[in-house]
């Protein structure tokens, strides 16, 4: 399978807890984004990556949270001190550079959280 | 503030049935419109991207329009299919010079239901 992948698939922790994700990415893009999806809601933008590069973060990324993508590959966001409202699906999409906004992105199949 | 809206929130229809889904945004300046189809618990796929000189697109039984002008988009489902139940995510991209370009405006998403 060469699309995009995620690790785990699932993940269960408790309030407090520091969890990490990792994304593996279709491995020529060179662009890579991770997204917060809520029950009913659309994918929310959290953070983007060209290359080795972080270009963009949300608002909604918080101080507990931090993505590394450091060799320009794979990407990991952790999760500081999860709390209840942290509970998501985490997705996230890679897209090939060049051609400016045009590019489609390839979503993972997700990570989902639940924080008890 | 840049925005999508979609519309119905959920739809049931019976199998076989046509189906309209609309989208309207206030994103801008436009750079591209892309549907996403969304199946549970899977990352979305995209069906079609129009960009503004793109009146309509198909994808075998998905045709989407976009009237830029009005800032609507809608997709069309002909002759519904059971494995066609899932979200449809509209999704909206700016350009600029900001770098902002790559972060797309997520709309909430229809849920359609087919019954057979």
């Known amino acids: 399978d060469t699309g995009v992948s995620q690790d785990p698939r699932h993940k269960i922790t408790k309030r407090g807890q520091n969890v990490t994700f990792r994304c593996d990415p279709i491995?020529?893009?060179?662009?890579l984004y991770w997204y917060r999806q809520t029950l009913g809601q659309g994918p929310e933008f959290l953070t983007y990556f060209q290359n080795e590069a972080q270009l963009e973060k949300s608002r909604l990324l918080s101080d507990r949270f931090s993505a590394e993508r450091p060799k320009g590959s794979f990407s990991t966001l952790e999760i500081q001190r999860t709390e209840q409202g942290d509970s998501a699906m985490y997705l996230c999409a890679s897209s090939p550079g060049g051609s400016g906004g045009r590019n489609e992105q390839f979503f993972g199949p997700g990570t989902r959280l639940t924080v008890l | 503030k840049n925005q999508v809206e979609q519309s119905p929130q959920s739809l049931i229809i019976l199998e076989g049935k046509n189906c309209t889904l609309q989208?309207?945004?206030?994103?801008?300046?436009?750079?591209?419109l892309r549907w996403y189809k969304q199946d549970t618990g899977r990352g979305p796929v995209s069906l079609t991207i129009m960009t503004f000189s793109e009146n309509t697109k198909s994808n075998g039984r998905y045709t989407a329009t976009l009237d830029a002008d009005t800032k609507q988009s809608s997709l069309h489902i002909t002759a519904s299919q059971l494995s066609d139940s899932a979200s449809y995510i509209c999704?909206?991209?700016?350009?600029?010079?900001?770098?902002?370009?790559?972060?797309?405006?997520f709309g909430r998403g229809t849920s359609l239901i087919v019954h057979p």
């Open positions: 491995s020529e893009h060179n662009r």
């Open positions: 989208c309207n945004y206030t994103v801008s300046p436009f750079s591209n």
């Open positions: 999704v909206v991209r700016r350009t600029g010079s900001s770098g902002g370009s790559y972060i797309p405006t």
